[in-house]
């Protein structure tokens, strides 16, 4: 006989399309997350019972929850049962009163869930979604001649009622996760991309751009997320970003080089546009070589399959996420950023970059997490965007020079050695260009309201770190 009985209401449900049936509605994914980080501490009342048996509705939404039930208390098979969608609460009763097991957890709807609690314990019970109650019985519902009694309350008392867990401190959770899973994804697509041909140029400039936007995520998340993880995927998609820089470098000279050759500053003739293709060879070569020695493709799945199952702080798990932290945090960042950019010393390559870097971040984190973050934060991805690509072009321009110099001493280049003077000159004009025409629209906002930024323009340039820069995380030093 049932000495147990647990009542439970399914979780949070979608709505149905229009014309479909109500019975293949399914738990939203925020509702299901709200079950299975609730239901371990809820069914662990129940751990000193022996023969536990899950009945279901046919209700996609109720197997659903039964089945995280189920894997809770390690039940492998769930009974679903008709009489609890059409509810039925006479037939349901009588099926109670005849079944040989002790312990059973019915999980179906409202009405008949409320109509059975209430009769069984003699006073009003409403359940919410999620919510799970349990009873204890004295003795069997035995019906009397032959028919379930409707009104007289069998002898039943009240062991535990836990409401159901509220969805919507999940619901970021779910929404995050989300797009970690996609940019991990990105990062997968452009890394097979340019492993598979890493003479394409515009396959290094997404691949960088993807670890960029995951690495942005991974950092942005960081006081909620598995300290380990955080750690693990910092360290890979730094060591990306090193291990692609100077290749990226010479692909931006490679680029500047034949827009010289176009406009006429270096003849139709030059042979620094084939100087610089023998090197990138070169380098191409030396990459290739580590990502057979370091195992940089197997890293990137490894990594891509650990953030499909992020990892979040335990606090994080047990109470969800607020999205006001969240919001907050980006306020953090944003106002650190400001102070950078306020009087930023243009004349350091160091502080160019870094401001950069930053507005980039941001420019992703705005642009990914927008749904978390409210249409406010998220327009402020185009403002981050146009600041980065600013100090882009400033951050292109010195790495050109200091590539064009760095070439004219390599015996490499001893016969192009001129057109490199040329190229470098021509890059250091930019950059004194691109330095007085942002003091002077520095100026000129301080003098008067800055206009409204103008929409970003897409599929932005990816640049290489600055020579006289070292990597993002070390300890900034001028280079020789």
Wanted: glycine share 6%; charged share 30%; net charge negative.
């Amino acid at each position: 006989m049932v000495r147990t009985l647990v009542l439970v209401r399914h979780g949070k449900a979608e709505k149905a399309p229009d014309g479909s049936s109500d019975l293949y509605r399914e738990l939203t994914p925020d509702g299901r997350h709200a079950l299975e980080i609730a239901y371990p501490r809820t069914f662990s009342l129940l751990e000193d019972y022996d023969d536990v048996n899950v009945w279901s509705s046919p209700a996609i939404r109720v197997m659903q929850t039964a089945q995280v039930i189920a894997n809770v208390l390690g039940v492998d098979g769930i009974e679903v049962d008709q009489t609890l969608y059409d509810q039925n609460v006479d037939a349901i009763l009588a099926q109670i009163s005849t079944t040989s097991e002790e312990t059973v957890v019915i999980v179906g709807h409202v009405p008949s869930l409320d109509a059975i609690a209430s009769h069984l314990l003699g006073r009003e019970i409403r359940l919410g979604k999620g919510a799970a109650l349990a009873i204890e019985l004295s003795q069997p519902l035995v019906p009397a001649e032959g028919e379930v009694p409707s009104t007289a309350a069998a002898p039943a008392s009240l062991l535990w009622f836990v409401d159901g867990p509220k969805p919507s401190v999940w619901g970021s959770l779910v929404s995050i996760e989300g797009e970690v899973t996609a940019s991990a994804g990105e990062l997968a697509a452009s890394a097979e991309r340019f492993f598979n041909n890493p003479d394409d140029a515009d396959a290094l400039c997404d691949f960088r751009m993807a670890v960029r936007r995951l690495r942005s995520l991974v950092s942005f998340l960081s006081p909620w997320e598995s300290k380990k993880q955080a750690e693990r995927a910092d360290k890979v998609l730094r060591n990306l970003l090193d291990a692609t820089a100077r290749l990226r470098g010479i692909d931006i000279f490679s680029q500047t080089v034949d827009d010289l050759v176009e406009s006429g500053e270096l003849g139709e003739n030059s042979l620094l546009p084939v100087a610089c293709a023998h090197e990138r060879k070169l380098e191409r070569s030396s990459f290739m070589e580590l990502v057979r020695k370091k195992g940089l493709a197997k890293r990137v799945d490894a990594l891509v399959e650990e953030l499909s199952g992020f990892r979040w702080k335990k606090s994080v798990l047990a109470r969800g996420l607020n999205e006001g932290d969240l919001k907050s945090r980006f306020d953090e960042e944003l106002d650190t950023l400001d102070q950078a950019l306020f009087g930023l010393d243009l004349s350091s390559a160091n502080a160019v970059y870094d401001a950069r870097r930053d507005a980039k971040e941001l420019h992703y984190v705005a642009n990914r997490l927008g749904v978390v973050l409210g249409d406010e934060r998220a327009q402020m991805s185009e403002y981050m965007d146009e600041i980065q690509r600013d100090l882009g072009a400033l951050c292109n321009a010195r790495t050109n020079a200091t590539l064009a110099d760095e070439f004219r001493h390599s015996p490499r280049f001893r016969g192009v050695r001129a057109d490199l003077g040329v190229a470098g000159r021509d890059q250091s004009e930019v950059v004194s260009a691109i330095v007085s025409g942002m003091k002077r629209r520095e100026a000129s906002e301080e003098a008067s309201e800055p206009d409204q930024a103008a929409p970003a323009e897409t599929g932005e340039p990816e640049e290489a770190a600055p020579q006289d820069a070292v990597p993002e995380d070390a300890p900034k030093t001028t280079a020789d």
